[in-house]
């Protein structure tokens, strides 16, 4: 028996740009029902009751999937346009920007910036994506997609070394028991301290989780 068609685990930076294109986008366009469907599927929904939830046919949503899970948050948009044959294709675009966004020293760069000469050379000779672009061409596709450099006051990321095992382990649950009912409980406390620092990020209001680390009796 096949496996279930079902959306990949999604990153961080792909969750965050997918609720924010459901929360703040029309309902009716077509990015947003592709958002819809993905985010359904990363969290185990069926592709029938999916189906349902947009208004679409099954084998659409199963299209939309598939799509995602090859291209990434390039399949949300229409190929509606024409034209010459592109050099830099959909993926060498969402490479550079999961790179522009993401912290050098994750990438094996020591440092903790990136500014556009390192940003070109990190693109031009890395081990897993290769991509020929110019530096003002570089510097146009930043500012097309509204990435800028900008500084930011606290962020949270997770430091757990079993962080992988345990998704796979609630993917695998889900997929297993699809009708399935979670029971949370509460985990504290947890103090959390802010760090400053800087980067290119999406422009538009900055990333910025508060992190309470001094409570009011006192406690850090």
Not at 59 to 71: G, L, P, S
Not at 125 to 130: A, E, V
Not at 151 to 159: A, I, L
Not at 200 to 213: H, I, K, L, N, S
């Amino acid at each position: 028996m096949a496996e279930p068609v079902r959306a990949r685990r999604l990153s961080d930076h792909e969750g965050q740009t997918l609720q924010r294109l459901v929360r703040r986008g029309k309902h009716d366009s077509v990015r947003v029902r592709r958002a819809l469907i993905v985010m359904a599927s990363a969290s185990g929904t069926p592709v029938t009751a999916i189906a349902q939830l947009v208004a679409a046919d099954e084998d659409t949503v199963r299209d939309v999937i598939h799509a995602f899970n090859e291209r990434g948050l390039s399949a949300l948009d229409p190929n509606w346009a024409g034209g010459r044959p592109r050099r830099i294709t959909s993926d060498d675009e969402d490479f550079i920007a999961r790179t522009a966004t993401t912290r050098p020293e994750k990438l094996g760069r020591p440092f903790t910036r990136w500014s556009i000469r390192k940003l070109l050379a990190y693109l031009a000779d890395n081990p897993t994506h290769i991509v020929a672009i110019g530096r003002e061409r570089l510097r146009q596709y930043l500012r097309e997609h509204k990435i800028s450099f900008q500084r930011t006051r606290t962020w949270k990321e997770s430091t757990d070394p079993h962080r992988e095992a345990k998704l796979d382990r609630i993917e695998e649950v889900t997929t297993r028991f699809p009708n399935r009912c979670f029971a949370f409980d509460q985990f504290g406390p947890l103090s959390i301290r802010p760090q400053p620092g800087s980067g290119w990020a999406r422009e538009g209001r900055p990333e910025r989780w508060p992190a309470t680390y001094r409570r009011d009796q006192g406690v850090r």
